[in-house]
């Protein structure tokens, strides 16, 4: 089973910046893409940034030159600068991995999501 754990959020001035984590778990794990997404009061879920394996990572037009993924194997991390008040949602981890199952080593592929951490950022 692939757990994701993330950490990081919290309460932030307009202008300040956070730095969110998400460690992805599970038995001889893979993670291909990993990402980060989030859902602010009111709307839909949407991509804030992703990456794969290599360094190419995608940026939501929103967060562009402000926000920066990167990842260290099957940790993910996102890196907030001048954050705005409508950086204000919940952040959700995503990724795109390769597990086995412990008991007949037969490959498991999924999408899975962390529980979510709030970004509050106040003007």
């Known amino acids: 089973q692939v757990q994701l754990a993330e950490s990081g959020g919290g309460l932030v001035q307009a202008g300040g910046s956070l730095r969110l984590s998400c460690v992805a778990s599970g038995s001889r794990l893979t993670t291909r893409s990993m990402g980060w997404y989030r859902r602010a009061p009111g709307r839909e879920r949407e991509l804030v940034a992703e990456i794969g394996t290599s360094v190419t990572a995608n940026y939501a037009d929103s967060v562009k030159g402000r926000f920066t993924i990167s990842r260290d194997k099957n940790t993910v991390f996102l890196q907030m600068n001048s954050l705005k008040p409508e950086d204000t949602a919940v952040y959700y981890c995503?990724?795109?991995?390769?597990?086995?199952?412990?008991?007949?080593?037969?490959?498991?592929?999924?999408?899975?999501w962390g529980q979510g951490t709030q970004v509050t950022v106040s003007s």
């Open positions: 995503n990724a795109d991995a390769i597990s086995y199952n412990p008991y007949d080593d037969s490959p498991i592929a999924g999408r899975y």
